[in-house]
């Protein structure tokens, strides 16, 4: 919910989402036109409007035989009430999603798994923390239970988010290399009914379509544009 970010990708390429491609007889799938999509066979595209957190569209796609990419599935988003910020640069403390291409280190979830999840599950308790404070050892990082030197009031006590969270994908946004002040806590969750706070939502039942239709193996990404911007994505 509270911003945060961690990449994983290109070094200084472009991103375009929502762009029209160069040539061609007729647009080809978004995956096709973009630099980079993270080196699996799945990936999740939050495209936002370019000013605005609602009227988006998550779509998940899988690229199959011949390297073709083909729609899996898609749904209506909701983005950070501030919009969108560039993740190389975001800060924290703005309601801003961080654009850019990201790894989805697991999911987790008040509820259970959805049957058929393969991905890495895990589950919400009552001791669950996020930590959001940029003087603990902990940032951007689940904790159980919330450890000492981070501050509850910059931490989310997951449980609490019983909407949102009842399904989840951790974002791979300044987590493998936490930069303090960039932001901490962001996922891909089930929509509570308005912006989010840097985060990218979807409906319940989407949230749960993906969870089934996500392969570890396939390693999926999720990358995070507007709809016929750029965004510069740099490895770090």
């Given at each position: 919910?509270?911003?945060?970010?961690?990449?994983?990708?290109?070094?200084?390429?472009?991103?375009?989402?929502?762009?029209?491609?160069?040539?061609?007889?007729?647009?080809?799938?978004?995956?096709?036109?973009?630099?980079?999509?993270?080196?699996?066979?799945?990936?999740?595209?939050?495209?936002?409007?370019?000013?605005?957190?609602?009227?988006?569209?998550?779509?998940?796609?899988?690229?199959?035989?011949?390297?073709?990419?083909?729609?899996?599935?898609?749904?209506?988003?909701?983005?950070?009430?501030?919009?969108?910020?560039?993740?190389?640069?975001?800060?924290?403390?703005?309601?801003?999603?961080p654009t850019g291409l990201y790894d989805l280190p697991y999911a987790f979830g008040i509820a259970p798994a959805p049957r058929g999840t393969r991905?890495?599950?895990?589950?919400?308790?009552?001791?669950?923390?996020?930590?959001?404070?940029?003087?603990?050892?902990?940032?951007?990082?689940?904790?159980?239970?919330?450890?000492?030197?981070?501050?509850?009031?910059?931490?989310?006590?997951?449980?609490?988010?019983?909407?949102?969270?009842?399904?989840?994908?951790?974002?791979?946004?300044?987590?493998?290399?936490?930069?303090?002040?960039?932001?901490?806590?962001?996922?891909?969750?089930?929509?509570?009914?308005?912006?989010?706070?840097?985060?990218?939502?979807?409906?319940?039942?989407?949230?749960?379509?993906?969870?089934?239709?996500?392969?570890?193996?396939?390693?999926?990404?999720?990358?995070?544009?507007?709809?016929?911007?750029?965004?510069?994505?740099?490895?770090?």
């Amino acid at each position: 919910m509270r911003p945060g970010v961690v990449a994983v990708l290109l070094s200084a390429s472009l991103l375009a989402l929502g762009a029209a491609p160069a040539d061609g007889p007729g647009p080809r799938p978004l995956p096709a036109r973009m630099a980079d999509t993270g080196g699996g066979t799945q990936l999740i595209t939050a495209v936002a409007p370019a000013a605005g957190w609602t009227g988006g569209r998550v779509t998940w796609w899988a690229r199959v035989g011949g390297g073709r990419w083909v729609e899996a599935g898609s749904a209506p988003a909701r983005f950070g009430a501030g919009g969108l910020a560039d993740g190389t640069t975001r800060e924290q403390g703005t309601l801003t999603t961080p654009t850019g291409l990201y790894d989805l280190p697991y999911a987790f979830g008040i509820a259970p798994a959805p049957r058929g999840t393969r991905y890495r599950y895990r589950p919400v308790r009552e001791e669950s923390w996020w930590c959001q404070d940029n003087a603990s050892r902990s940032y951007n990082r689940w904790t159980e239970p919330r450890p000492a030197d981070c501050r509850a009031t910059e931490a989310e006590h997951l449980i609490t988010y019983s909407a949102q969270y009842a399904h989840a994908l951790v974002v791979g946004f300044n987590y493998h290399r936490p930069v303090r002040g960039r932001g901490a806590g962001i996922f891909l969750h089930v929509d509570g009914r308005g912006a989010t706070a840097g985060c990218v939502s979807v409906p319940a039942e989407a949230m749960r379509r993906i969870l089934r239709w996500a392969e570890p193996e396939a390693r999926p990404h999720l990358a995070i544009g507007t709809s016929g911007g750029a965004t510069a994505i740099t490895r770090y």
